[in-house]
């Protein structure tokens, strides 16, 4: 796990988009790719940057969906003998929609990068304390983490890698995990998630 990738990203990209579903940075989104407008998608991103946004939408119909999204590398790709593939994508960037070049049969989106900030100049160190307890306490009541997860968490310096890998690992509400994506300024992020967390345990 690393700072946020620096990756170059198009001006472009296609979009999934996938209710519940958020893709943070640095985190891996295991997918199976079976509609044939995602097929089509995934073709042509293969064949291009192999970048791609995981948007959710705000209506059951998709005529909507959130501005600020996830970009993932397309790390792994296994074509099935149906014609599905599965894939592993990795997070790289926060990113907004900033227009849209096509919505059919699948949308490609114009896109800018979201930086993580580091806000106003404040000691953090007490509220990291708080997340790791809350981590822990997830473990003593019985849930499941991922076998790295632990190692991550106790290696990993950077406070807004350490904010996305524990909301995109424990945040089940997915309304929580959208309003985490959307806060660029890591103390603010930092609180949300201690404050997601903490209602999630009781």
């Not at 579903?21 to 064949?47: C, D, K, Q, S």
């Not at 968490?153 to 524990?166: A, C, H």
Request: glycine fraction near 6%.
């Amino acid at each position: 796990m690393s700072k946020e990738n620096i990756q170059e990203l198009p001006p472009s990209i296609p979009v999934m988009v996938l209710p519940g579903v958020t893709l943070f940075p640095n985190a891996l989104l295991p997918l199976h790719i079976f509609e044939p407008r995602y097929r089509m998608m995934l073709e042509e991103a293969l064949g291009a940057s192999r970048i791609l946004a995981m948007a959710m939408p705000r209506d059951e119909e998709e005529r909507e969906v959130e501005s600020i999204a996830g970009a993932g590398l397309v790390r792994a790709c296994i074509r099935n003998e149906d014609g599905t593939s599965n894939l592993i994508l990795q997070g790289i960037s926060r990113v907004r929609f900033t227009g849209w070049d096509q919505k059919e049969p699948h949308r490609i989106a114009r896109i800018e990068r979201l930086p993580s900030t580091e806000g106003e100049p404040v000691d953090l160190s007490a509220q990291v304390t708080r997340l790791h307890a809350l981590c822990l306490r997830f473990k003593e009541q019985g849930i499941d983490l991922p076998a790295q997860f632990e190692a991550y968490l106790n290696q990993i310096t950077d406070i807004g890698v350490i904010t996305d890998l524990v909301a995109s690992t424990l945040i089940a509400d997915s309304s929580v995990r959208q309003s985490l994506l959307e806060e660029t300024e890591i103390p603010r992020r930092l609180e949300k998630l201690l404050a997601g967390l903490k209602l999630q345990l009781s």
